[in-house]
Structures are given as C-alpha cells and as structure tokens.
C-alpha cells in the first residue's frame, strides 16, 4: 500500500507544541498558566566546554617545568584574556591567557585544562496560549487555538511578528521596493520568491521573517545567514505558492505568528512552520497525522514538473499501470485542476495536502 507524503494547511486548529530544555533545569511556568510568545518557560546552564591550552608551548619550556609559571591554580575563575602563566623575560615576558572565561578544571604535562561557562539557557514558549502539562526539571507542552502552515524547506531559529503580505498573487515574486521601513518587525510574505536585493532590503528593513513560494537554488548560503527564519512552502526554483496557502496567509494579513524555521530531513522529521495563535476561538481537536493512501475526492499538490506546486482533487484512480512521459508505466491519479482540466500525474508525484 502505497501513502501519501502530508503538509498541514489548516486555518483553525487545535495546536500544543512541546518546549523543552535539552539538560535538566528549572521549569518557570505552572499548569494552567497563560504565557506570551516571549515568556520564560524554562531554564538551565548548559555544560561548559573544555580547551587544553598548552602552557609550555606558549612559554617556550620544557613541559616538565610549566607548573611552576601557572599564576591560577586548579579550581580558580578566569576571566577571558586574563593571565594563566607567565615566564618573565629579559626584555618581555612569555604569557599564555585565557581564551575565554572559565575555571581552570586540571594541569600537568605542561598543559592546562580550562572548563569555559555558559551562559543561562532559556527557552521560550514561543507560542500565545497556555500550559497543559509539564515535564519536571525540562519543560512544558502549550496549547493555543490557531491557523498552522508547513513548509517546505527552512532555514533560521525562531521568530514572531505580524504578517504582511506584500504581493497581490501567489505567482507574483517579491521585489525589494516593495520592502519599505514601514514593514520593519513584520513577517514578510511573497507570492513566487525574492531575488538577492530583496533578500537585502528585508535585513536592511529588519524584518522578523519570510515566507515565500519558492526560492533560487543559488541563494540557499545567502538564506542560511539570515537574521530571521525563512521558509518556503513549494522548493527550489521559480515555483508559485500553492493557492491554498497563499489564501489562508492573506486571510490572516496583520496577525501575530510564531515562525520556526527549523527542517530536519532525517529520523523524526521536522517541517518548518508558521503558527498564527486565535486564543479564545472555539477549534477542532488537532487532526492526528495519520498514513492516508490515494483516494478519490483528497486534495493533493503536485511535486514535480510540469505542474509543480498545482493543488487539485483526486478524480480517479485507474488500476493498471498507465504509461507517462518517460515512456514508464506507473501507478497514477487523474487529479482536476480546475481551469487547466484533469491531469494524470504518478502517486509518486502527489502530497496531500490536509486542510
């Protein structure tokens, strides 16, 4: 049995998300408690790491006799830059520093082990909504009411603003005149992709996020070094924002979302995301994401050329085989795309979209 690959379009659902500290800590929040995207709902220090700095080396000595230049001894704080041995000299002295703040943790053999800090660790709830329950010493689940969207591809932490859709279709790409200050702190939305200058002018503008439809393959290191999630909902290329997407993001234009550019491909997938909370709003439970094969009357989305990012329904679904473009037989769907009619794409082609 074959199934189809999933991407969650929902204008109004139920949504909990864990949050989670990644070492034991202290949780901040209580069962019942409503929280803001930016509340503290956990927090922890988070191992140091270990540099072995070698002494002798620095001060040009036999191993044997570095312990006797050491001016911090074991268990003492430095601070970074600050003197771990010096050998004085006839016209300068030979000093090896920290090389950043820490505690001197062991020496010997001419080497010194310095454990680094770390700064306090927090996480935040993300999401406007409440807590629902709680994992003791690492966090919390929330659950608010809202409009979810998966993404594609990603890239970015996490990040919170008001939505602006800037293009008046989802074909039309997005240019950077269009950027102005006035859009500073939004997320940013646009119809087919964003060239480099756009990709710019929305760092210059300080934007919070980006969601486009596609995005050039040249531009996935630019992307990688933005200072806001962005998140593409079709893939690589030149392709449009399926119509469903598009529609519900305009729907919600000047709403606060919470965006998670995070994507992981591996075991215990993760999608990129755009969560935009209606706290107070009367939702249906979560849909659970359950294996779903083929079926006539599903609404799918078509991943690969020639109709790339169409969203149509399953109309039929012959039984054989049926030959395609490449001369092969494959199991296929005849899936109407409204005005461009009924078109036969392999199941392999096809990803539900759950709306």
């Not at 270990?50 to 001060?59: D, E, G």
């Not at 044997?64 to 003197?83: F, I």
């Not at 890239?155 to 039309?172: H, M, P, Q, R």
Request: proline share 7%; hydrophobic share 40%.
């Amino acid at each position: 049995m074959y199934y189809l690959p999933q991407t969650q379009v929902i204008s109004l659902t139920t949504i909990t998300r864990q949050r989670y500290l990644p070492v034991p800590g202290q949780v901040l929040v209580n069962v019942g408690d409503r929280v803001e995207p930016t509340t503290p709902v956990a927090r922890a220090i988070l191992p140091g790491e270990y540099r072995i700095l070698n002494v002798a080396s620095a001060l040009g000595v036999r191993e044997s006799d570095a312990d006797k230049y050491l001016v911090k001894k074991v268990g003492q704080q430095v601070k970074k830059g600050e003197r771990i041995a010096v050998r004085r000299g006839l016209f300068f002295p030979r000093v090896c520093r920290a090389p950043a703040d820490g505690f001197i943790a062991a020496s010997g053999g001419g080497r010194v082990l310095l454990e680094t800090l770390s700064p306090l660790y927090e996480v935040l709830a993300h999401l406007k909504g409440r807590v629902v329950s709680l994992r003791p010493n690492y966090g919390v689940v929330i659950e608010t009411e809202g409009a979810l969207v998966e993404g594609l591809w990603g890239t970015g932490g996490e990040s919170l603003g008001v939505i602006k859709v800037l293009t008046e279709s989802a074909d039309e790409p997005l240019d950077a005149e269009k950027l102005t200050t006035e859009f500073g702190g939004a997320v940013i939305v646009g119809g087919l992709t964003a060239d480099k200058a756009a990709l710019k002018q929305a760092v210059h503008i300080e934007a919070r996020g980006m969601v486009l439809g596609s995005l050039d393959a040249s531009l996935r290191a630019m992307a990688a070094n933005l200072p806001f999630p962005l998140i593409v909902t079709e893939g690589m290329g030149r392709i449009p924002m399926a119509g469903p997407i598009f529609d519900l993001l305009k729907e919600y234009d000047g709403s606060e979302a919470s965006l998670s550019g995070k994507t992981s491909t591996r075991w215990g997938v993760v999608r990129p995301e755009i969560i935009i909370p209606q706290v107070g709003k009367s939702a249906p439970p979560s849909q659970e994401r359950r294996l779903l094969p083929p079926d006539i009357g599903l609404t799918v989305r078509i991943i690969s050329q020639p109709y790339q990012g169409a969203v149509g329904v399953i109309t039929d679904l012959p039984y054989w085989p049926q030959e395609v473009d490449s001369g092969a037989r494959l199991k296929v769907a005849r899936v109407d795309l409204g005005d461009e009619g009924v078109v036969s794409v392999p199941l392999a082609n096809l990803e539900l979209l759950r709306m």
